[in-house]
Nanobody
Framework: QVQLQESGPGLVKPSQTLSLTCTVS??????????WSWIRQPPGKGLEWMGA???????YYNPSLKSRTAISRDTSLNRFTLQLSSVTPEDTAVYYC??????????????RGQGTQVIVSS
């Protein structure tokens, strides 16, 4: 059974770069046709798909975040990473990583981590 776990700082200062890692166990991030995704939910708001890295290494981003977002992976450690630059308090949210068969969906993937709270504040 595939399991995902987010890790990273819970507090980031404005203008800094947020970096989160999703470690995957029970399955490889390079096999089958999946999108390994990042989704977030700001307090009181809906889910927002941020981007994904496919099993073949291709990356896809939400156009509204593309200029600030980078998703990469380390296949030797079976994990993928989100970097969001120039953060503001508007980036405060619960961040989820997940595995999905579709891309670009503002939903929680059926297979996902438990989520990690990130607060952007000085």
């Amino acid at each position: 059974q595939v399991q995902l776990q987010e890790s990273g700082p819970g507090l980031v200062k404005p203008s800094q770069t947020l970096s989160l890692t999703c470690t995957v166990s029970g399955g490889s991030i390079t096999t089958n046709i999946y999108y390994w995704s990042w989704i977030r939910q700001p307090p009181g708001k809906g889910l927002e798909w941020m981007g994904a890295i496919a099993s073949d290494g291709s990356t896809y981003y939400n156009p509204s975040l593309k200029s600030r977002t980078a998703i990469s992976r380390d296949t030797s450690l079976n994990r993928f990473t989100l970097q969001l630059s120039s953060v503001t308090p508007e980036d405060t949210a619960v961040y989820y990583c997940g595995r999905d068969s579709m891309m670009g969906q503002d939903r929680l993937p059926p297979c996902r981590g438990q989520g990690t709270q990130v607060i952007v504040s000085s």
